[in-house]
């Protein structure tokens, strides 16, 4: 990733999310909370999850897994995001601008196949409950896991290798608050043709494969839950499926509206702001979503500062 043998760019100037000095402060408080939020909330459900060993069944190795995703996730571009609010010049490094673009990725990608992974899991626990045990072994989720590693680490690598071959020259101003892949390709003097066929394969691939067979997914349990003759047992099934659609909704749909969206459908401004969606309130929210709307998780805590207490 050294820039000597690809670009004559040594370092890029982030643009951020807005140029008016009034506002600065002001979005330094609020993302601040916000990632304080996600480190506490994700950092919190880990460590009930691991204390309580009613937690630990295959839902709640994914939610762990998922949470720290969240936080490693958020962690690759807010801390340099923050400094830049306060900062005169926003600069960022050449390697630094690469490395970040390659764990936002890498995170990025592994939680749409976690999630993936997680909608899987309520398909087997409500259409096939007396196969569970076995369906859902830990070797099996370990597998899970590891697959939605391997997927994100070559979807990365595919980003990351074309982005390295590209040729920056005397444009370094990236419109965007963090190293991206649309703003990166919108400054190179060489051509982006192989990059942007790269990009819409590679970024269809790691949204439709996920959404459709999370689709496909709740499609059969929707079928089971309609089955049940009981209120009580359709309630209850639905209430286990509930904070994994919301969280499924939130960052696939944000995910989809930035990068499936053409270039010349809106500007890169609207872009980035619409992306704070899924990098920053995503993130944040995952955690209250499994906490606020699961029974077991309240418990848990419960539970947990009880203990403390003692």
Same mark, same amino acid.
Do not use: W
């Given at each position: 990733?050294?820039?000597?043998?690809?670009?004559?760019?040594?370092?890029?100037?982030?643009?951020?999310?807005?140029?008016?000095?009034?506002?600065?402060?002001?979005?330094?408080?609020?993302?601040?909370?916000?990632?304080?939020?996600?480190?506490?909330?994700?950092?919190?459900?880990?460590?009930?999850?691991?204390?309580?060993?009613?937690?630990?069944?295959?839902?709640?190795?994914?939610?762990?897994?998922?949470?720290?995703?969240?936080?490693?996730?958020?962690?690759?571009?807010?801390?340099?995001?923050?400094?830049?609010?306060?900062?005169?010049?926003?600069?960022? /490094?050449?390697?630094?601008?690469?490395?970040?673009?390659?764990?936002?990725?890498?995170?990025?990608?592994?939680?749409?196949?976690?999630?993936?992974?997680?909608?899987?899991?309520?398909?087997?626990?409500?259409?096939?409950?007396?196969?569970?045990?076995?369906?859902?072994?830990?070797?099996?989720? /370990?597998?899970?896991?590891?697959?939605?590693?391997?997927?994100?680490?070559?979807?990365?690598?595919?980003?990351?290798?074309?982005?390295?071959?590209?040729?920056?020259?005397?444009?370094?101003?990236?419109?965007?608050?963090?190293?991206?892949?649309?703003?990166?390709?919108?400054?190179?003097?060489?051509?982006?043709?192989?990059?942007?066929?790269?990009?819409?394969?590679?970024?269809?691939?790691?949204?439709?494969?996920?959404?459709?067979?999370?689709?496909?997914?709740?499609?059969?349990?929707?079928?089971?839950?309609?089955?049940? /003759?009981?209120?009580?047992?359709?309630?209850?099934?639905? !209430?286990?499926?509930?904070?994994?659609?919301?969280?499924?909704?939130?960052?696939?749909?944000?995910?989809?509206?930035?990068?499936?969206?053409?270039? !010349?459908?809106?500007?890169?401004?609207?872009?980035?702001?619409? !992306?704070?969606?899924?990098?920053?309130?995503?993130?944040?929210?995952?955690?209250?979503?499994?906490?606020?709307?699961?029974?077991?998780?309240?418990?848990?805590?419960?539970?947990?500062?009880?203990?403390?207490?003692?």
């Amino acid at each position: 990733m050294t820039p000597g043998n690809t670009s004559f760019v040594t370092e890029f100037i982030l643009k951020g999310l807005t140029d008016q000095p009034d506002l600065q402060l002001l979005l330094f408080l609020l993302f601040l909370v916000m990632y304080m939020v996600c480190m506490v909330g994700n950092l919190g459900l880990i460590i009930l999850i691991v204390l309580n060993s009613h937690l630990h069944t295959p839902m709640y190795f994914f939610l762990c897994n998922l949470s720290i995703i969240d936080m490693c996730y958020s962690s690759a571009f807010t801390p340099k995001m923050l400094i830049n609010f306060i900062s005169k010049r926003n600069i960022i /490094s050449y390697p630094g601008c690469m490395t970040q673009l390659f764990f936002f990725c890498f995170f990025g990608i592994s939680e749409c196949y976690v999630l993936t992974s997680m909608a899987y899991d309520r398909y087997v626990a409500i259409c096939n409950p007396l196969m569970y045990n076995s369906a859902m072994s830990p070797k099996v989720c /370990s597998s899970l896991m590891l697959g939605s590693y391997v997927m994100a680490l070559s979807g990365d690598m595919a980003f990351t290798l074309c982005m390295v071959s590209l040729t920056f020259c005397d444009a370094n101003t990236i419109n965007h608050y963090m190293c991206d892949i649309v703003p990166l390709l919108q400054l190179s003097c060489t051509s982006t043709y192989v990059n942007d066929l790269v990009d819409f394969v590679v970024t269809g691939i790691n949204i439709i494969v996920p959404t459709v067979t999370i689709f496909v997914s709740y499609g059969y349990i929707l079928a089971s839950i309609l089955r049940i /003759s009981s209120a009580g047992g359709r309630s209850k099934a639905f !209430s286990t499926c509930s904070s994994h659609i919301i969280a499924v909704s939130l960052f696939f749909g944000s995910a989809a509206f930035v990068y499936l969206m053409p270039s !010349s459908a809106g500007s890169m401004d609207q872009r980035k702001i619409s !992306s704070v969606f899924y990098t920053n309130v995503v993130p944040m929210m995952n955690p209250l979503i499994y906490s606020l709307r699961n029974k077991d998780v309240k418990l848990a805590m419960r539970k947990t500062l009880s203990r403390m207490k003692f």
